[in-house]
């Protein structure tokens, strides 16, 4: 989608939709037009996630001081600015905003090595690996994380990559809890999917 259809849609006062910006290339958003959002999807109904070029988002004030809970999350957006984040930290109730901390990165998908989270100082997303034999750990990089672990359809003889994780915040809104059943296999993981 490009940006003035993106715009299209969410440059309304009162928009009732779910709206996920994530893993895309844009440096800047702009919701300076929203002054009210609501959502019926799983969790915040403004997501902003992932974007590893993304520098500044403007909103508007009022939507911002009037925002209800768990209205808007921020996660793992590498290159947003920290005079950016402390703007959005000032102006959002505590309870309306998930909002990462300067240098937080997305978790690349799916993770080969944790040498992609070089300089990042805690990282958001799901952990996801598949198809492999070995993730590589790297000597310089131990993190936090907020998010999703799923290993799955792989060869992996361990799991000590791991290891390089610190501390770890499930965050049930990235993750589908289930099992699932197929003729060929029982799937039970954290996150799992399956191509009945």
Not at 15 to 23: G, K
């Amino acid at each position: 989608m490009k940006a003035r259809e993106f715009y299209s849609f969410v440059n309304a006062p009162n928009l009732h939709m779910c709206i996920h910006v994530e893993l895309s290339t844009i440096t800047s958003l702009s919701f300076t037009k929203i002054r009210n959002l609501t959502g019926s999807c799983r969790g915040a109904p403004l997501k902003i996630t992932q974007n590893k070029a993304l520098r500044s988002i403007e909103f508007d004030p009022a939507f911002m001081r009037n925002a209800p809970v768990a209205t808007v999350v921020v996660r793992g957006n590498r290159n947003l600015l920290k005079s950016e984040i402390e703007k959005l930290k000032q102006n959002f109730p505590w309870y309306a905003i998930d909002l990462q901390e300067p240098g937080e990165c997305g978790v690349p998908f799916p993770i080969k090595s944790f040498n992609d989270m070089k300089g990042c100082t805690s990282a958001y997303g799901v952990l996801s690996v598949r198809g492999t034999k070995k993730v590589r750990r790297s000597p310089s990089v131990k993190i936090s994380m907020k998010g999703c672990i799923s290993i799955e359809n792989t060869e992996l003889t361990d799991v000590d990559f791991l290891d390089d994780i610190t501390s770890f915040t499930l965050d049930e809104d990235l993750c589908n809890h289930g099992m699932w059943v197929s003729l060929f296999s029982v799937c039970m993981l954290i996150q799992c999917v399956s191509y009945l």
